[in-house]
């Protein structure tokens, strides 16, 4: 296991479509985090699972989007009706208990 | 609200010692982190410190944690070209309650040879 994996790295999408992000954590990782940053900007909390229950939600996540954990695995983040403000990178980052982050290297999405 | 403040940017020759500041305003964090984030690349954490700490030293990287005035820096010794990055400082309450990190706007470093 080399890390977190996001799939894909970039995505070029126009506006009003929908658009899924994947992230894969480290195995044994039961904590996963969604993050959203934008240029100029340090990453901002979306939302966290732990297992497969989704825990905390940022009022940034509003009703376009949605993650999903199904199996306390791999994650997806769904945005509908794209707008151009959601362009940006989408950090995923998986944890154990006691440890700090361990980040993906992003999706680049770019809403035209 | 919860505030995470760093300088932009910051210019050194290699082989100087850069030292990277940050303030934040959260009283009840009790984990300050540095993260490293390479262009087009995810974030890599570099340190973590405790609350209750006042340095961490880790290699060529040491942490001071000023908790009366909430401000915390990252000293890299014999800085290298290889260390030109944006350095994020971010801050959390325990990693077993699992909440969200409070990340600063990051810091550039660029590094001359």
């Known amino acids: 296991d080399t890390g977190v994996s996001q799939d894909p790295r970039h995505k070029i999408t126009k506006r009003g479509q929908n658009v899924t992000f994947r992230c894969d954590p480290i195995s044994e990782h039961n904590r996963l985090y969604w993050y959203r940053q934008t240029l100029g900007q340090g990453p901002e909390f979306l939302t966290y699972f732990q297992n497969e229950a989704q825990l905390e939600k940022s009022r940034l996540l509003s009703d376009r989007f949605s993650a999903e954990r199904p199996k306390g695995s791999f994650s997806t983040l769904e945005i509908q009706r794209t707008e151009q403000g959601d362009s940006a990178m989408y950090l995923c980052?998986?944890?154990?208990?006691?440890?700090?982050?361990?980040f993906g290297s992003g999706t680049r999405l770019t809403v035209v | 609200g919860e505030d995470v403040e760093q300088s932009l940017f910051l210019s050194v020759r290699e082989g100087d010692s850069s030292v990277i500041n940050c303030t934040y305003t959260d009283s009840s964090s009790t984990y300050l982190y540095w993260y490293k984030q390479e262009p087009g690349a995810g974030l890599q954490l570099l340190t973590y410190?405790?609350?209750?700490?006042d340095m961490k030293q880790d290699q060529r990287l040491t942490v001071l944690l000023n908790k009366k005035d909430k401000h915390l820096s990252l000293r890299i010794a014999d800085t290298q070209t290889g260390d030109s990055a944006i350095y994020f400082c971010?801050?959390?309450?325990?990693?077993?309650?699992?909440?969200?990190?409070?990340f600063g706007k990051g810091t550039t470093l660029s590094v001359s040879s």
């Open positions: 971010a801050e959390g309450t325990s990693p077993k309650a699992g909440t969200a990190l409070i």
């Open positions: 410190i405790f609350s209750n700490m």
């Open positions: 980052a998986s944890s154990l208990l006691t440890e700090g982050y361990t």
